[in-house]
């Protein structure tokens, strides 16, 4: 830790963020309505690769399919030690 403290530490808010220029590219998407593509499910689906490969490097199991239960995990760890 390189504060002495708490009171000297500063905690990053949206006004310590650079500048974001945001670039419309022109595009067309066949399976999106109107031709639009998505750009939001990246913030939704990008956690579950890294869960999976957690817990594979924990376990030496793979999970492949989401959501990964307890019940899942355990029996793909009894699996891997057959």
Do not use: W
Request: include cysteine; proline fraction near 9%.
């Amino acid at each position: 830790m390189q504060n002495a403290s708490f009171a000297d530490y500063h905690i990053y808010s949206m006004r310590d963020r650079p500048t974001i220029k945001a670039i419309l590219v022109p595009s067309y998407e066949d399976t999106g309505p109107f031709g639009a593509k998505s750009v939001s499910e990246i913030c939704i689906n990008g956690p579950a690769p890294a869960i999976g490969n957690a817990i594979y490097n924990a376990t030496g199991a793979r999970l492949n399919e989401f959501p990964f239960t307890p019940e899942k995990v355990l029996a793909a760890i009894k699996a891997v030690k057959k």
